[in-house]
């Protein structure tokens, strides 16, 4: 099945490689036009180039994390699309680290990246969002079974954090499903 997003415009953080630019690749060759974000004109310039270029899409260089990055991410897609009907929160940092070697710099990177981030990003995507009642997609990292939700483990400092991110977008969804992640507005 082919859907065509022909006149819609994505902005998709964390777009610089991999998932990312995999879902800012499928969005582009479905006709969307997509804001394609990363922290650094580097990333971002060189996510552009393997996607190809052409004018359905734009730089977004943007580092989520630090305050006033989600509004200028949203606020430089919509300058040059003049709509945002899809906001694709995939922005995140593995930093996999003991218990023992986590400092206070690497907690707050984490949170700063996967929770004040994707929450930001939405606020500031929100009311663009309703003009178009558009659509907001998170990706987390598969939840860690309920009964296994310690730090200590070989994913890292911090496995299953992004569940927190849930709770942003779930009651928009209309679901506490798990597996249900894309509220319309």
Partial sequence: MQIDYSGKAALVTGAGRRLGLAIARALHQAGAS????????????AAIGKLGGGNRLTAVPADLAQPGGPE???EQTVRRFGRLDMLVNNAAVNIERSIEET???????HLDVVLRASFFTVKAALPWLKTSRGSVINIAS???????????NSR?????????AHPITRPKA????????????
Avoid at 34 to 43: C, E, F, G, L, M
Avoid at 156 to 164: E, K, N, Q, R, T
Avoid at 174 to 185: A, I, K, L, S
């Fill in 34 to 45: 997509v804001a394609i974000n990363d922290r650094t004109s580097d990333a971002v310039a």
């Fill in 156 to 164: 890292g400092f911090c496995p299953g954090s992004s569940d927190s």
């Fill in 72 to 74: 200028a991410a949203v």
């Fill in 103 to 109: 400092d206070d710099a690497h907690w707050d990177l």
């Fill in 142 to 152: 598969e939840p860690m079974p309920k009964d296994n939700r310690t730090m200590t």
């Fill in 174 to 185: 209309g679901t506490n499903d798990p597996r249900v992640e894309r509220p319309n507005y």
